[in-house]
């Protein structure tokens, strides 16, 4: 085919319409578009005033001062759920574990009440039979869960029947990283621990407890096996020997159930129910009497 023949076949083809469109045709659908964006528009502010929800600015202050973790360890469903209640004067100003004394003092002023002064709490852990304390009756290849592994013969694979199990159910749940399993066994870390307690359901051993944060003693050990069982299988549990009942000139320390316990309402940290326990199962956070004399000189 020559250019000629090409250039009759292109005169052939049918000529297409050309959609025209006036200018006063785009006025008018211009002028549609802008009516109808006026109607939803006035729709909508009508709409929106008439279901409006009213603000509580005090609710909305008091928001603004909670760390917002929304842990739900104050009961409530949330960081908002709980301002909703103390500004509605449902919930106290302390209300909030995760928040310090200076928060509560806030809320308080903000709320014109008065923030009853609470002693700072922290979570504990009452077990030391770490691996190379405890023994073992067989292997465990179940699920990495506490309370899973409760549920097999003996309450787990430790001899020990009372102790942590180590694997991490309590660290699962704490939302602040205080939580870590060392050496088979959970430890808390004071500083970040925020008394949530969302830790303490979690133990299917109820080994998790709060304490003071400026006591300086604990007893780690939950058992309430007789000294020769609780050597049988743990070199460092409380053996229920009352030597620490006879140290303590305070009337701090009971042994119940053969396991000894602190009453941090009397304890004074004076370190002496440490310093006689033989298992060194009464863990002393503070320099003893002989540390302290001898750093003085």
């Not at 250019?3 to 083809?13: H, K, M, T």
């Not at 603004?64 to 908002?80: I, K, R």
């Not at 009756?137 to 309450?155: E, H, I, S, V």
């Not at 430890?187 to 303490?200: A, M, N, P, Q, R």
């Amino acid at each position: 085919m020559n250019f000629f023949e090409l250039s009759s076949l292109v005169n052939d083809l049918p000529v297409l319409p050309v959609l025209a469109i006036s200018a006063e045709g785009v006025g008018i659908a211009t002028a549609l578009i802008g009516v109808v964006g006026a109607v939803i528009g006035v729709f909508l502010g009508v709409a929106a005033k008439k279901f409006e929800v009213e603000i509580d600015e005090k609710e909305q202050q008091v928001r603004e001062l909670l760390p917002g973790n929304n842990c739900g360890a104050c009961g409530f469903a949330g960081c908002d759920s709980l301002a909703q209640a103390i500004a509605g004067e449902k919930a106290a100003a302390n209300a909030c574990p995760v928040a310090n004394s200076e928060i509560h003092k806030k809320i308080a002023a903000l709320m014109g009440t008065n923030a009853e002064e609470k002693e700072k709490q922290v979570a504990f852990v009452k077990c030391a039979g770490s691996c190379d304390k405890t023994k073992v009756k067989y292997n465990y290849y179940g699920l990495q869960d506490c309370k899973a592994a409760a549920l097999t013969p003996g309450k787990g694979p430790k001899q020990c029947s009372y102790g942590c199990l180590g694997y991490g159910s309590c660290v699962k749940a704490c939302q602040f990283d205080a939580l870590h399993i060392v050496n088979g066994i959970a430890y808390v870390d004071k500083e970040k621990c925020t008394s949530c307690g969302l830790c303490i359901p979690e133990c299917p051993n109820a080994l998790i407890e709060f304490v003071p944060y400026n006591t300086g003693h604990f007893v780690r050990c939950s058992s309430k096996d007789k000294g020769k069982d609780v050597k049988a299988g743990c070199s460092i549990g409380c053996i229920g020997c009352m030597l620490c009942v006879k140290a303590c000139e305070f009337d701090a320390v009971k042994v119940e159930n053969n396991l000894a316990k602190i009453d941090y309402s009397k304890c004074t940290n004076c370190g002496k129910c440490a310093e006689k326990c033989p298992t060194k199962v009464i863990l002393s956070e503070l320099p003893t009497a002989a540390a302290q004399k001898q750093a003085a000189v």
